[in-house]
């Protein structure tokens, strides 16, 4: 494959053993990039230039390790991206890929020693040059007075992610996803308005609109047998009349209350647990299922699990896309599996991108799954011309 030289790749090997950077080099070398390679820390010290793309980072380092040497790339504003490698422990490679990305550093992948040059590259494929990469202003970001007028404009609307029940193949039901179409900017994404949203106190009437909304679209879909997931702020969930208010949408609209699911995430409500209790367990009286979001992400105790009258489990995405290749993702998947059917509790898998995974899920008695593969979020007219024809 010819690489022009306007799409090469400037890419630094760190690692002490000669052997190894010499065949990196190489590699690096016939696909057409351009490498330096250095062996220990003095070396390194020397050849570092913020010009390289790409950092090629052996952990197990003499005199300055891997880390410190993201420690150093990180206090120096780096803005190369890390391939990680090791011939060592491999949950050490987990780790210090999580370190390096908790530093807004971005990895492109890791890599076990020995790996061919097939692996290598198809990582290295992975980067792309700052100048292709959209750069927002920091004027596009989301204010409180945008968020609101956006509101009072009613840019945003709901788009619905089919679930999957892993028996039958068939539609499960739905996730009701908030999304924002701002007049002058585009989509932006809830990660950046979320946040805003709870911060400013504007939460509260984007989460009404989203459950008129998912109500209302419920309503059109009560004679077909799936489900509405809602993801709710925490923020919400401290309103002592909220099982009621949910009570009286649903009624009014006639919609059994067993088709309706409240997600929330781990992290938020284990935070404080007994915050919410009241709340989350009237919701259950009522027949409202309770799913715990993002599952595996947070610090939740056996103890404050079973206390919490959840009735579904959703394994967060960053471990299942990754669960055939990461023996640590894998097992986490397999232990959230084993652990809600032992409360039971059924499990949605989310991040379901291939068909091994959507296999490996299955076997193992995974209950719902969702993801790229089977759908992306799309619009509740394709919901019903694509799944509920």
């Known amino acids: 494959m010819h690489i ?77 991206s890390l391939i990680l490698m090791s011939g060592k422990d491999k949950s050490i490679l987990h780790s210090a890929s999580e370190l390096a990305s908790e ?53 945003f609307f709901l788009a619905y992610q089919p679930q999957f029940d892993f028996k039958t193949g068939k539609i499960a039901g739905v996730e009701a996803l908030l999304r924002w179409q701002h007049a002058t900017r585009g989509l932006i994404h809830p990660g950046l308005f979320i946040p805003l949203a709870e911060q400013s ?7 009404e ?31 002592l009349d909220m099982p009621e208010k949910l009570d009286d949408m649903i009624k009014a609209r006639d919609i059994a209350p067993e088709k309706i699911i409240i997600e929330l995430t781990e992290t938020a409500i284990m935070e404080n647990v007994s915050s ?10 009522k027949n409202f299922n309770l799913s715990i979001d993002d599952f595996g992400t947070g610090y939740s105790s056996m103890q404050q699990l079973v206390r919490v009258p959840f009735n579904e489990l959703k394994i967060d995405q960053s471990f299942i896309r990754q669960a055939i290749t990461d023996r640590e993702c894998q097992a986490v998947a397999q232990m959230s ?29 995974c209950e719902i799954g969702q993801g790229f593969l089977m759908s992306r979020p799309i619009s509740p007219e394709e919901i019903e011309e694509r799944f509920l024809s």
């Not at 059924?346 to 899920?361: K, M, P």
């Open 4 to 80: 022009s030289k306007t799409d090469q790749i400037n890419i630094l090997i760190i690692d002490d053993e000669t052997d190894m950077s010499e065949f990196v080099a190489d590699a690096v070398t016939a696909i057409g990039h351009n490498a330096v390679a250095v062996s220990d820390a003095d070396d390194f010290v020397r050849a570092y230039s913020t010009a390289f793309d790409i950092i090629i980072l052996d952990l197990f380092m003499p005199k300055l390790d891997g880390i410190e040497i993201i420690r150093f790339l990180h206090e120096n504003r780096s803005r190369a």
């Open 103 to 155: 530093r807004k550093m971005e990895v492109l992948g890791v890599l076990e020693k020995p790996f061919t040059i097939d692996q290598l590259e198809a990582v290295i494929g992975k980067f792309i040059p700052q100048k292709h990469r959209p750069q927002d202003p920091p004027s596009a970001l989301p204010t409180e007075q945008g968020l609101r007028r956006g509101i009072e404009q009613r840019e």
């Open 201 to 207: 106190g504007l939460i509260n009437p984007l989460t």
């Open 209 to 239: 609109y989203v459950l008129e909304e998912a109500m209302a679209q419920m309503a059109k879909w009560r004679d077909y047998d799936i489900t509405m997931s809602i993801n709710v702020s925490p923020t919400t969930v401290v309103d």
């Open 276 to 285: 919410y209790m009241d709340i989350l367990t009237r919701l259950r009286m």
């Open 337 to 365: 599996l084993s652990l809600a059917h032992g409360l039971n509790m059924h499990v949605v898998a989310e991040g379901i991108e291939d068909q091994s995974t959507y296999d490996w899920l299955k076997e193992l008695g």
